[in-house]
C-alpha cells in the first residue's frame, strides 16, 4: 500500500511517492525491500525549540497574542502622537508621550529579556531592573513636563540650537 496514512508526515511522504514510485516502475515491489524509516530524522525536535515564556503563555492558552496587539497600539499611537507634538505642543500629548514612550520601551526590553535571558536568578534580575528603568522614566518625563517646558517645547529647543 503507497497510500499516505490519514495524518501524513514528511517521512512517509518522501517513503511512499518518491522510494516506491521508481521501484515499481523498474518492477521491483517495495514490500520485499525495506526502507528506512525517516521520521525521526525529519521531525523536528519541538522541545527544544520552544523556550520558557512561550511553552507558559502556550499553557495559559494566549500565546503572547494579548501582549503583541498591546505593543502594536502603543506603536500606532506613538506614530501619531510625536508628529502631532511638533505639530501642536501641549502638555496632554506631552503627558501621553510620557506614558506611551517608557511603556513601548518596557515591553519591549520585556520581550528580549524573556527570549534571551537564560538563567531564571538573571531574568528575575533583568525584570526588576527593567521595572524599576520604565517607572524612573516615566516619573523624569512626567517631572519635565510639570516642572519646566515640556517633551515637546524641550526636543524644540534642542533642535534650535
Request: charged share 15%; net charge positive.
Amino acid at each position: 500500500n503507497c497510500e499516505p496514512r490519514s495524518s501524513p508526515n514528511m517521512a512517509s511522504l518522501v517513503r511512499s511517492t518518491v522510494l516506491s514510485g521508481p521501484l515499481r516502475r523498474c518492477g521491483m515491489q517495495s514490500s520485499g525491500m525495506v526502507l528506512p524509516n525517516l521520521a525521526a530524522a525529519v521531525q523536528p525536535k519541538r522541545d527544544l525549540m520552544v523556550s520558557r515564556p512561550a511553552a507558559q503563555s502556550a499553557a495559559a492558552g494566549t500565546g503572547g497574542l494579548g501582549h503583541w496587539k498591546i505593543e502594536r497600539y502603543i506603536s500606532v499611537g506613538l506614530v501619531g502622537l510625536l508628529p502631532a507634538a511638533a505639530v501642536m505642543p501641549c502638555e496632554a500629548i506631552d503627558m501621553a508621550i510620557a506614558v506611551a514612550l517608557p511603556l513601548h520601551n518596557h515591553m519591549g526590553m520585556e520581550v528580549v529579556i524573556m527570549d534571551y535571558v537564560k538563567p531564571d536568578i538573571v531574568m528575575n534580575a533583568a525584570k526588576v531592573a527593567n521595572w524599576v528603568l520604565g517607572v524612573a522614566t516615566t516619573a523624569g518625563l512626567v517631572y519635565f513636563n510639570l516642572n519646566d517646558v515640556g517633551i515637546s517645547k524641550g526636543i524644540a529647543q534642542l533642535w534650535a540650537l
